[in-house]
């Protein structure tokens, strides 16, 4: 069964595409939205247990003027999938 922390997985990966598509590294990206780029990396990286809150989302959003929904692309073949893992 799948738990939170492959949901945050999912953030992570869609965060890391809409990262790359405004061709930034995380350095600048964190900067950008006044963060670490350790706390950007652990965000991205698969199998790190590390949330992110709807604050940052929303600051993200706002600040790359983007639809907050971007960061749960994916979301309804997670919710399908969820008790594979």
């Known amino acids: 069964m799948r738990n939170i922390y492959d949901f945050y997985n999912l953030i992570g990966r ?4 809409i990262r790359c598509k ?3 590294s995380q350095e ?3 900067e950008n939205i006044d963060m670490s780029r ?4 652990q965000i991205e990286s698969p199998g790190v247990k590390t949330g992110v809150s709807l604050d940052t989302l929303y600051l993200i959003s706002q600040k790359y003027n ?3 929904r971007e960061f749960f ?13």
């Open 14 to 17: 869609n965060m890391k595409n």
């Open 28 to 30: 600048k990206f964190a």
């Open 73 to 85: 692309d994916g979301y309804e073949e997670f919710m399908k999938n969820k008790n594979t893992k």
């Open 66 to 68: 983007i639809d907050i």
């Open 22 to 24: 405004k061709h930034e």
């Open 38 to 41: 350790g706390f950007i990396s």
